[in-house]
């Protein structure tokens, strides 16, 4: 076999089935099994390999036979001088196996014929299995494919690499398609490849639809922005493809209007859903509703377009009487009682209507409709504030769980930090000093009288040298105390010694006195000061005295004592003529 045109014809059809090139040689080896099985004829319980060497391009078959000693069927036994002929050296015991090796050559065209076939089957299979892996995450979603075929029983159409027939009940009323149409799926379920007993499954892996609730459900999806963000939910569905359709809805937050959002300014929301709802003669209606909790409210809101007078509900029995006008009957039942059966497939409740006259007829007392909307809107402001305590204590409840954690990791935090500190107060094993602790020394046994001290052998004498000892020394300090204080008397500076002499200061004083003497008589008369000058003339202010220190020692004082006494002893024998200095006493200068 050409290992190239081999490797080739295995790439393409992996890119032809979209398929592993493993599971392409593994779907070739069980078909290359079967039809060796069939080509031996002896039943389907022969045990046969099939080894591929993609890289040589080798296809090996061989039947497997037991080695026993006694032969019971030789389709699956082989005795042991079978085995071991023709061979040198027993090979094989009893309870080997034994393969017999059939070179492809050997095969006839009908077993060629049936591994086609069988390999076709299995690739088959093998497709199924993948188609399974692959969209088994898809449930629920919405797919576009092209119609590859279309009839009046069905329309195949062809998504990725797989084909899906959807039957008349799949299809939305009278709709019709044509080859090559774009159409949209809901891709319902996907089956496993194996059936309930294990054998594989033929039947369609892959079911979708486009009458489900779930197919409109992905429409509002896709169309309405808030109900794609979450804003408006959609609480149930309730639908007949093609008839009718019935959508509760309800809105998160209180300035958004739930049916208007879906609805649109002038219906273009709505529409844009309708116009994919089918092609056909007839459309498919969509009631959107507001959803309440208040079964009453949302019943009424259920049987639209008829208008709900009063009501009477049995929640035990699932039951309720809906009074309206009369002649709303065929109104309240709808196209095909399409709108009677809708209302009760979305509230899950049984609905009888009951005109007005006849109620008044049969004496039947009704809730009137406010009453349960009074109703509803205190169900409604209770459970706010349900909500509203609900939310308090789980917040309170919060914050006293993180106050909890707070003070447990500052404790933590604090015990960490004593643990740190008190770790680093403690002395390394390095810092702490080795402690040698060495015994006493023994006393020694040979110690002599003559050796003793003087104390031991005298107390009192050696007493009274001590404290004759203590006295010399304290007389000593004191001597040293007294010498330092007159070291530093003598150390302080004195009064400053002059070295003028008497004869000088007579010399100085005759000098000052002639001197006085002649400025007097050289200064004129002062003028006389008015009273006005003497008023405005300040009154001069003390004179602060000015420290003076003394010029002569208490020696040369007393030297110059003594010599002013011997001078004025003198002065007693001494006249002094003074009438020459009379003129300077004149007052106009003259004798």
Known sequence: MDAKKFIDAVSELSETKGLSREAIILALEEAMKRAYIKYLGGGDDAIVTCTIDEAAGKIELAQIKKVVEEVQDDYLEISVEDANEGKKKAKYKVG???????????????????????????????ERSMLYEIYKDHIGEMM??????????????????????????ELIGDEYFRVGDPIKVYIQEVKSTESADGRPSRGPQIQATRSSEGFLKRLFEEEIHEIYDGTVVIKAIARQAGVRSKVAVASLNEDVDATGACIGQGGNRIQKIVSQLGNGKSKEKIDVINYSPNIGVFMIEAIRPAVALGLN????????????????????????????????KITG???????????????????????????????????????????????????????????????????????????????SEEEMPEV??????????????????????????????????????????????????????????????????????????????????????????????????????PTPTATPAVPTMPVYTEEELSQIESEEAEAFDEADDYEEDYSDYDDYYDDDGRN
């Open 313 to 344: 509900i049995e929640e035990d029995d699932k039951f309720a009487e809906v009074l309206i006008e009369d002649g709303s009957i065929p109104l309240a039942l709808g196209k095909f009682k399409s709108n009677l059966a809708l209302a009760k």
């Open 144 to 169: 576009t494919g092209i119609v590859e075929k279309a009839d009046e029983r069905s329309v195949t159409v062809r998504i990725d690499r797989t084909s899906i027939e959807l039957s008349r009940k």
């Open 436 to 537: 040698v602790i060495k015994p006493a020394p023994a006393p020694k046994a040979d110690v002599r009288p003559e050796e003793f001290p003087a104390s031991a052998v005298n107390p009192a004498a050696a007493a009274l040298a001590a404290e004759k000892a203590a006295r010399e020394a304290r007389k000593a300090e004191e001597a040293r105390k007294a010498d330092e204080a007159r070291k530093a008397e003598e150390e302080k500076p004195t009064s400053v010694a002059t070295t003028t002499t008497l004869e000088d200061l007579e010399r100085e004083l005759e000098k000052a006195k002639e001197k006085k003497t002649t400025s007097s008589a050289k200064t004129k008369r002062p003028r006389k000061i008015t009273e006005e000058e003497v008023a405005k003339t």
């Open 349 to 427: 409740y049984d609905i009888d209507f009951v005109e007005k006259s006849k109620a008044e007829e049969l004496g039947l007392i009704f809730t009137p409709v406010e009453e349960w909307k009074n109703k509803a809107e205190e169900e409604k402001k209770e459970a706010e504030r349900l909500a509203y305590i609900a939310k308090q204590q789980e917040e309170a409840a919060k914050r006293e769980a993180e106050l909890r954690a707070k003070e447990e990791a500052e404790k933590a935090a604090k015990a960490l930090e004593e643990a740190q500190k008190a770790e680093e107060e403690k002395p």
């Open 96 to 126: 080997d196996d034994y393969a017999i090796v059939c070179p492809i050559e050997d095969l006839s065209k009908v077993t060629a014929m049936a591994v086609k076939n069988n390999l076709r089957q299995r690739l088959s299979e093998a």
